[in-house]
């Protein structure tokens, strides 16, 4: 069965500096993909980025990257320079044959 | 906006009674997916159709049930609906049949009274 967690339920973080998100994974597959996703209080699932579980080079996506340690099962999300628009719910998961998704991190943005 | 379109956006009902989610994916993905988030359950996954074929199937109550028409929408029916059953319904959609990224709609809210 697959597993995520996200261990921290809400986290602060000044505006422009950088956070990082946590996440570790659990699955006895070999071939899987990791994803975080934004939810802000308007609801809608916005997708942020994308590891697959071959790829050697940490994905990244502008402000967005990915802290693949395979070894470790961990795929935690740093978000550099941090924006106001940046607090939201940010959703870890996991699919290998379906997306299993963690419980959320809140993270809050202070000016 | 992600290209995947949901409908209605609200829908406020009575226990008993059933409702149709409509969901239209992304033009070039064959894939839709369904997803229920509560506040107890978090986001979990429901069922999956490829190409008009079910693919996956999560936890999906048996009052539930799906389907994927030849022009790729699909539709969630629910059934003598519970007051358990107000969540937000998510739709997403994808290329291909898995291990791709799925992009979400704007979700349907649903309240049972």
């Known amino acids: 069965a697959q597993k995520i967690t996200q261990t921290q339920p809400g986290m602060f973080v000044q505006e422009k500096e950088a956070v990082t998100l946590d996440c570790t994974y659990d699955?006895?597959?070999?071939?899987?993909?990791l994803f975080w996703y934004k939810q802000p209080s308007s609801g809608e699932m916005i997708f942020l980025i994308y590891q697959g579980s071959y790829d050697e080079q940490n994905a990244t996506e502008g402000r967005y990257s990915l802290n693949f340690q395979k070894a470790r099962k961990s795929a935690n999300l740093v978000i550099s320079a941090s924006q106001l628009g940046d607090s939201a719910m940010y959703f870890c998961?996991?699919?290998?044959?379906?997306?299993?998704f963690g419980k959320g991190t809140k993270l809050s943005v202070i000016p | 906006d992600s290209g995947v379109t949901q409908t209605p956006k609200h829908l406020i009902t009575a226990t008993g009674q059933r409702v149709t989610l409509r969901c239209s994916p992304r033009s070039g993905d064959l894939s839709v997916y369904w997803y229920q988030q509560s506040l107890d359950q978090g986001l979990q996954f429901l069922i999956q159709?490829?190409?008009?074929?079910?693919?996956a199937k999560g936890n999906i109550l048996e009052r539930f049930s799906a389907q994927q028409f030849p022009d790729l929408h699909s539709e969630l029916n629910l059934s003598s609906l519970e007051l358990g059953d107000s969540a937000l319904y998510f739709c997403?959609?994808?290329?291909?049949?898995?291990?791709?990224?799925?992009?979400f709609g704007p979700g349907t809210r649903l309240t049972v009274l």
């Open positions: 159709y490829y190409n008009g074929e079910e693919r």
């Open positions: 699955t006895s597959d070999q071939s899987y993909g």
């Open positions: 998961a996991m699919e290998s044959y379906q997306l299993t």
């Open positions: 997403a959609s994808s290329v291909g049949q898995g291990l791709d990224t799925q992009y």
